[in-house]
């Protein structure tokens, strides 16, 4: 098991940045894979950004060149960097973790990003 707690999400302008953080209850290096993904309103969530323990990295095209997913062991913490945001980034922003290969993801209670000026 693991719990993740999601924070830095806030209210910026267009063009503006924000960093989210996900605290992991647990080591991290050993898990399979972790990732961000994002629900807006009336629509279905979707994957933003992942990677797994092997080193592959992924994004959503719309994302990419924007977002950048980074983890720190030591810290048990990942991280999503998010440039040149626009206001369709706007949404609730989760963490997830799938300890193993094929198994359920866990998720974290989500982190509101609202880009508008």
């Known amino acids: 098991q693991v719990q993740l707690v999601e924070s830095g999400g806030g209210l910026v302008q267009p063009g503006g940045s924000l960093r989210l953080s996900c605290a992991a209850s647990?080591?991290?290096?050993?898990?399979?894979?972790m990732g961000w993904s994002r629900q807006a309103p009336g629509k279905q969530r979707e994957l933003v950004a992942g990677?797994?323990?092997?080193?592959?990295?992924n994004y959503a095209d719309s994302v990419k060149g924007r977002f950048t997913i980074s983890r720190d062991n030591f810290k048990n913490t990942v991280y999503l960097q998010m440039n040149s945001l626009k206001p369709e980034d706007t949404a609730v922003y989760y963490c997830?973790?799938?300890?193993?290969?094929?198994?359920?993801?866990?998720w974290g209670q989500g982190t509101q990003v609202t880009v508008s000026s």
């Open positions: 647990r080591s991290i290096s050993s898990i399979y894979a």
């Open positions: 997830s973790a799938q300890i193993v290969s094929q198994s359920d993801p866990y």
């Open positions: 990677f797994t323990s092997g080193g592959r990295t």
